[in-house]
């Protein structure tokens, strides 16, 4: 669901939260919540995968490439597994936490038990498509938990709030820090990331080491690659930043 209201549906989403998080119930009220919230994690797994699918389909219908109807058939099936598999764990994760407030167990204990058996059965398979969905969605929660916990610290005071990834210097160190990994990885110990992934990076480092400045197939991009070189002027001529170009440009 995309809330268009503006701060004022924020502040209600986060009043409404907080007065029912920790609500004790009856049994029949879990049983209910559960299924709401299985019901809820399917609708939203299937809304988000829905402009992919239009996406695959377009670029079918323009190429007619036999490989990219193969495409629109693998995004369907991501859009199931993605509806079926959050919908399972949101049905386990509020099942588990409703039986554990019930017996007065809270303060936190009972969100990481249930986040780990439901992460663990729902979102624990790693191979065919139902595991090309999961990678995709645990790996974008990381780094939202990791974000999170950094703005926790900055919170308590563990450290000091221009760490803070919602600060300008503290995002410039978190973006830093995480390309300095990435790049030590891809250097030297490349066979622990992902074969996908290092091939994008293969191509990026190690491919650029040889070859021809301006492949043929790759001409066509040549008003593109121009438009970005003119940019890096940005820093010392502000009518050259990409912002205003696109502007000029009216894009």
Known sequence: MVNNSGNGGSITNIVYHYLNKHRKGHVMDCILSAIRGARNGVLTGV?????????????????????????????????FF???NLGLFVGIY?????LFRHFGIK??????????????????ESKSTSGSVNNQIVLYLFARALIGFIQGFVKR????????????????????VTLAMILYLT????????????????????????????????????????????????????????????????L
């Open 47 to 79: 809304r988000i995968r829905i402009p992919y699918i239009f996406q695959a389909v377009i670029y079918a219908a323009i190429f007619r490439d036999p490989k990219l109807l193969n495409r629109v058939k693998v995004v369907i099936k991501q859009m």
């Open 82 to 84: 993605h509806g079926k």
């Open 94 to 98: 509020k099942s588990i936490c409703c």
């Open 107 to 124: 303060g936190g204990v009972e969100s990481l038990i249930a986040g780990f058996v439901g992460g663990y059965i729902a979102f624990g």
């Open 157 to 176: 005071k563990i450290i000091p709030e221009n760490l803070s990834t919602t600060h300008p210097q503290g995002f410039k160190i978190f973006a830093g």
């Open 187 to 250: 250097e030297y110990e490349p066979e622990t990331l992902n074969p996908a992934f290092m091939s994008t990076m293969t191509t990026l480092y190690h491919k650029s080491d040889s070859g021809p400045l301006m492949e043929k197939a790759d001409q066509k991009f040549l008003p593109v690659i121009m438009i970005i070189l003119i940019s890096l002027l940005g820093s010392v001529f502000p009518a050259f930043s990409l912002e205003s170009i696109l502007t000029k440009l009216k």
